[in-house]
């Protein structure tokens, strides 16, 4: 391990595991991704909002709750099987708003926008934007426009930022974790990760598998009207649900056992994991949520999630445990128990 | 004029001017820009708040009014006298979000990072970002990390989203400028963007221009402090003084009127304007405003604004007239009158 002084003496916090550049796997949601922003960013601005490490700030302003969060979108291919970036945009910050049970209200959108992009590609990124924002219920309040050379930026890259309101009757945290809740997930995993995978590999089944990409705002709702005891959730994103466990095990400090055969996933997007050699626990979903809730709520969770066209192939995967604190372990079919790592990049950049 | 018809049917509402595709001016804040924005962004995400286009959104939550803006930085550069893109995110954010009175409070910050980066360099940025941030007195709550591959970013673009809490007292739009008003500019022009033209060109006065970035947040405080009667703000960015002026003019329907002598500018810039052939008015600015305000308030606002470390230079540069709606007129020292128009592009992109 080695420090990086600059030339006014402060001395580089990052344990950059002898890289002096940004790497890749910088950006993958795994290791390297944690480090990055726990040792430089969090370290640097830190303050008791940034330091809960929640995808979305909650804010008290004159007295009112808000959630506020930011995400940029540099997906590659901008159009996929199942969506585009544009809507992706809209979705993935729809979702972050939400998912401590806050109601998403405003958007703002910011394009880099590479000289030489389409006028036609843009405008029908724009039209899906219109109407993902629609669908979810949001407004686009505000905005930003800014055009690079050409090989500056690879066709466009959108930054959505979002405001919403909090919900005070409910107090849903990665730090909440209690031993004995369920963890349940709202459908199959790694359908968007696939898509973008298999149609950038120009494998031949990239028609199959489509994208998850769509807002959960009102599946939270509907949850959150049954009730009121939902620890944790979060939409597992970059590196897939193995990173999000990982994430509420280390945040609340307890143990997380997950049963393999109880992880729904879809055929195509199996066969496609198996071809690629690709664990599906770690790809990107775009349109899912893992929820941790009482024991004594799951099983009607369960049935509310899965009466919601966002929730119909909910399952309840595993339990929060006592043991091995910090750590996520996966028991197969067979009875072997693997530890489920956050791994240290993903398999593939810009995949969101 | 042609139009473009999206495979679904829907025609691409840009007036194209003969573009298929992107064209850097598209970015630079003239003329294109604004027909990218108008015609196709805001007619189709269009909404109450939108429409109005300022550069911060005015939203009520359950009761309270908040401000929220977007920006993203592609400024080369990365480093230029004067500043690095870090602070210009954080006061760039900062000026968009009090320019209407408000108080900016929280910050979100989105990195999309070149693999290849100098790890030294991202963490000098981080840590002026920081600085800046105190220095404004906003908090950095949220944030997102994204890395691509070398060769589709140019090492670091940053979005900064900003909200802040809206003063009730005053009514600070560029629809409200009324016949008889001042405008106010708070300091010397065209400052930011030729820092960054001489660096870029590598002219040899280069270390002697600076760029201005600051945060403005506490001269609006004392301005908003001495009068209530301030009827716009705005902070000239891309395209300069003469873009905010002909934004005025064309959203409140009057015309403007300035005096050429009073245009403060350092000689030095003024230099590098004349050897590069450029017109200072056009050229960006990261630290100054301009107000418009009542007359009888003017002389008092000026002494205040000269008072305060960001703007000691401050002059009384034109009037509103109920001549030439919608038209910028400037007049120079032999009494000739030149319209002030919106530049199809700017000169140079990736100012900010």
């Not at 009482?294 to 995967?317: F, T, V």
């Amino acid at each position: 391990m080695r420090n990086i002084t600059l030339e006014n003496g402060f001395n580089c916090p990052l344990p950059i595991n002898n890289y002096d550049t940004i790497q890749l796997a910088h950006g993958s949601g795994g290791r390297l991704t944690s480090e990055l922003i726990d040792e430089m960013f969090v370290k640097t601005f830190g303050n008791e909002v940034l330091n809960k490490m929640e995808d979305q700030a909650s804010l008290k302003l004159n007295g009112n709750e808000i959630v506020f969060t930011t995400d940029s979108f540099v997906v590659d291919p901008i159009f996929f099987p199942g969506g585009n970036i544009g809507e992706l945009a809209i979705n993935g910050t729809v979702n972050d708003l939400c998912m401590n049970g806050a109601t998403p209200l405003y958007l703002s959108v910011a394009f880099i926008l590479e000289e030489g992009l389409k006028i036609s590609d843009l405008f029908s990124i724009v039209l899906s934007m219109k109407k993902a924002a629609d669908e979810a219920g949001v407004k686009i309040v505000t905005g930003d426009t800014k055009v690079v050379n050409k090989g500056q930026c690879d066709k466009i890259y959108i930054n959505t930022s979002g405001i919403g309101v909090r919900n005070s009757e409910v107090d849903i945290s990665a730090s909440n974790l209690k031993v004995g809740d369920k963890i349940i997930v709202s459908g199959t995993i790694a359908d968007h990760g696939m898509s973008i995978m298999t149609s950038r590999e120009g494998l031949s089944f990239q028609n199959d598998i489509m994208s998850d990409t769509v807002s959960l705002n009102d599946l939270v709702k509907s949850m959150i009207e049954t009730t009121k005891n939902i620890h944790a959730m979060r939409d597992p994103t970059r590196s897939g649900v193995a990173a999000t466990l990982n994430e509420f095990a280390k945040q609340s400090d307890v143990g997380i056992n997950i049963n393999a055969e109880k992880i729904p996933i879809k055929p195509n997007v199996k066969g496609a994991c198996e071809i690629l050699g690709i664990d599906p626990l770690f790809v990107a979903n775009e349109g899912k949520l893992i929820a941790v809730v009482a024991a004594e709520h799951a099983e009607n969770l369960l049935q509310i999630m899965r009466a919601h066209r966002c929730g119909k192939d909910s399952e309840i995967i595993g339990e929060v445990v006592n043991e091995h604190r910090g750590v996520v372990v996966k028991k197969t079919i067979l009875g072997v128990e693997q530890i489920v790592d956050l791994p240290l990049g993903e398999q593939l950049p810009r995949i969101c």
